[in-house]
């Protein structure tokens, strides 16, 4: 899957990536700012912006390829069989709208549903994401409500259709400490009740441990490895991963450190990849095959795919 501009020098901002969510399966996403997450996420949903496209690969849900169909049938599938919980829902968030009709309009546009029925299903959706009021809820505004109310807001306009996988993108990056642990323990009971398969994109690590079954680890616009979240955290591969990890590690005990670790550089202009391994300006481990040409993936040990000549050539 690439993403390029339309007009203009051309940027691969994400490139030759395979990943695969199995039906009731938390997978996450983990890596820098701009190393092409987000728009992983748009590419699946088919909401890439106009100055970009994508030109090779396939994006299968239910065997069908969303990649190949035109946006009248996109509408369709969006809500009903994948759907987004975005980042910042005070900007996703109609400001003068209720709420509750908001998620009602997920209801009208892809189920039979009457107006009594979807109000019903609504209130039950406010309930199931917490609310102890749902009813005082669904007249509510926006504005009226905190950060973390209007986050369940948006979880519940991702399941009201029951989807067969939710992307969630930073879905706690703008809550703090107590109310991050609730919306993870939420996304996880829904999990649960419904079988949803769930990808998670975020640059917190604290958003995967106890939580995702899987990590993807990606860096300038390529997966560099996966693997359980387990053995990403307790054993990482690529010399990338590493530096994520020791940077967690250093991150949690921070308050009793002066200074905590960072991986030296900065990721390389979408422009201008290098030739070889992306991550070699970066790496202590580099090797001189490392600039001649990106590694492909190894298997150093058996579902841990990482691409780094490190395991072989």
């Avoid at 709208?97 to 039979?112: C, D, M």
Wanted: hydrophobic letters at 40%; aromatic letters at 6%; proline letters at 8%.
């Amino acid at each position: 899957m690439t993403y390029a501009p339309a007009q203009g020098a051309r940027i691969a901002a994400v490139d030759d990536l395979s990943l695969e969510v199995q039906s009731g399966e938390i997978v996450g996403i983990w890596g820098e700012s701009g190393c092409g997450k987000s728009t992983l996420s748009h590419a699946i949903l088919g909401m890439l912006p106009a100055h970009a496209r994508c030109e090779q690969g396939s994006i299968l849900i239910h065997g069908r390829d969303l990649s190949k169909l035109p946006e009248p049938e996109l509408r369709r599938i969006r809500g009903r069989d994948i759907a987004l919980i975005p980042q910042d829902p005070s900007l996703s968030l109609n400001p003068v709208i209720r709420v509750g009709v908001q998620i009602a309009e997920v209801l009208r546009a892809h189920t039979p549903l009457s107006g009594r029925a979807r109000r019903a299903r609504v209130v039950d959706l406010l309930r199931e994401v917490g609310f102890d009021h749902p009813e005082e809820i669904y007249g509510a505004y926006p504005h009226q409500l905190s950060g973390g109310q209007r986050q369940r807001i948006s979880i519940a306009q991702a399941v009201a259709c029951r989807p067969a996988l939710v992307i969630a993108d930073e879905p706690t990056s703008k809550l703090d400490a107590p109310l991050q642990a609730e919306v993870i323990a939420l996304l996880a009971q829904i999990r649960k009740n419904h079988g949803t398969a769930l990808l998670v994109i975020s640059h917190d690590p604290t958003m995967f441990s106890g939580f995702a079954d899987r990590i993807a680890v990606m860096y300038a616009g390529r997966i560099v490895e996966s693997g359980n979240t387990a053995q990403i955290f307790r054993s990482p591969l690529h010399p990338y991963t590493q530096g994520l990890v020791e940077i967690a590690k250093s991150a949690a005990g921070a308050s009793s450190r002066k200074h905590f670790d960072s991986i030296e550089g900065e990721p390389p202009d979408p422009s201008s990849f290098p030739h070889g391994c992306r991550f070699e300006p970066r790496c202590a481990d580099r090797m001189e095959i490392c600039r001649a040409r990106y590694p492909r993936a190894f298997l150093p040990e058996p579902s841990r795919p990482v691409s780094c000549f490190k395991y072989g050539e």
